[in-house]
């Protein structure tokens, strides 16, 4: 079993601080909710966001939703041969709980979390599908205990996804950052005991979390 945590995911309601900003105000209307109730999207509040803090980390939610489809419709999660964990960077933790059917439309899926943001679990037929608690990744770190913490970095050691799949213990933790530009905080890499870089250029997040699960998938089931 390993694990799997995007962190500092671009994945938050809209902060108080911008709630006021037309380009908000505007896009709540025409979903009929709340500007405290929808995702901050740069797609949307792009105006709103100029000079915010973590600016280039924030406000793509769909980058987030690309990579939990990508862990979450493979034979490796649906064998329960994984754990997928979403850390926020508002330091929020997402547990995704077994056989979670994540919506393919990104309108559905935003939905989705927008309700889970407010109610803190998803639930269906008394099972927990979603969950969110209020954590940082250390704690989330200390709770899960991996053997080891792999950081997935262009500032990394230069490995071949290949090679660093062969080389990782059971109960390993894989870091991806589920930002669009940038890399991880210094409280992320403090955690982080080995960093490693897959390719020369910067890869999108999705494809590293593709690329990785299945490399990890062939040591198991083929």
Same mark, same amino acid.
């Given at each position: 079993?390993?694990?799997?945590?995007?962190?500092?995911?671009?994945?938050?309601?809209?902060?108080?601080? %911008?709630?006021?900003?037309?380009?908000?105000?505007?896009?709540?209307?025409?979903?009929?909710?709340?500007?405290?109730?929808? $995702?901050?999207?740069?797609?949307?509040?792009? *105006?709103?966001?100029?000079?915010?803090?973590?600016?280039?980390?924030?406000?793509?939610? &769909?980058? @987030?939703?690309?990579?939990?489809?990508?862990?979450?419709?493979?034979? $490796?999660?649906?064998?329960?041969?994984?754990?997928?964990?979403?850390?926020?960077i508002d330091d929020k933790?997402?547990? @995704? /709980?077994?056989?979670?059917?994540?919506?393919?439309?990104?309108?559905?899926?935003?939905?989705?979390?927008?309700?889970?943001?407010?109610?803190?679990?998803?639930?269906?037929?008394?099972?927990?599908?979603?969950? %969110?608690?209020?954590?940082?990744?250390?704690?989330?770190? &200390?709770?899960?205990?991996?053997?080891?913490?792999?950081?997935?970095?262009?500032?990394?050691?230069?490995?071949?996804?290949?090679?660093?799949?062969?080389?990782?213990?059971?109960?390993?933790?894989?870091? @991806?950052? /589920?930002?669009?530009? /940038?890399?991880?905080?210094? *409280?992320?890499?403090?955690?982080?005991?080995?960093?490693?870089?897959?390719?020369?250029?910067?890869?999108?997040?999705?494809?590293?979390?593709?690329?990785?699960?299945y490399e990890y998938e062939?040591?198991?089931?083929?």
């Open positions: 079993m390993i694990s799997l945590i995007l962190t500092e995911s671009s994945l938050e309601l809209v902060p108080k601080e %911008l709630s006021s900003h037309p380009s908000v105000i505007s896009h709540a209307q025409k979903l009929g909710k709340r500007t405290s109730e929808i $995702l901050l999207d740069n797609s949307w509040h792009f *105006a709103a966001m100029k000079g915010i803090s973590d600016e280039i980390k924030r406000g793509r939610p &769909d980058l @987030v939703h690309f990579c939990i489809l990508e862990a979450t419709t493979i034979p $490796l999660y649906t064998k329960n041969k994984i754990k997928i964990y979403v850390h926020t933790i997402i547990y @995704v /709980g077994e056989n979670v059917h994540i919506p393919k439309s990104y309108h559905r899926f935003e939905g989705l979390i927008e309700k889970l943001f407010l109610e803190k679990t998803i639930e269906s037929n008394g099972n927990v599908l979603l969950e %969110l608690k209020e954590k940082s990744f250390s704690e989330l770190i &200390d709770e899960i205990k991996p053997s080891k913490v792999i950081g997935l970095s262009s500032k990394g050691e230069k490995h071949s996804f290949e090679n660093t799949i062969s080389e990782i213990p059971e109960n390993c933790c894989l870091v @991806v950052g /589920g930002f669009q530009k /940038g890399h991880f905080s210094n *409280a992320i890499q403090s955690r982080i005991n080995q960093m490693i870089s897959i390719d020369d250029s910067s890869l999108e997040a999705h494809v590293v979390v593709a690329r990785l699960l062939k040591t198991i089931f083929m």
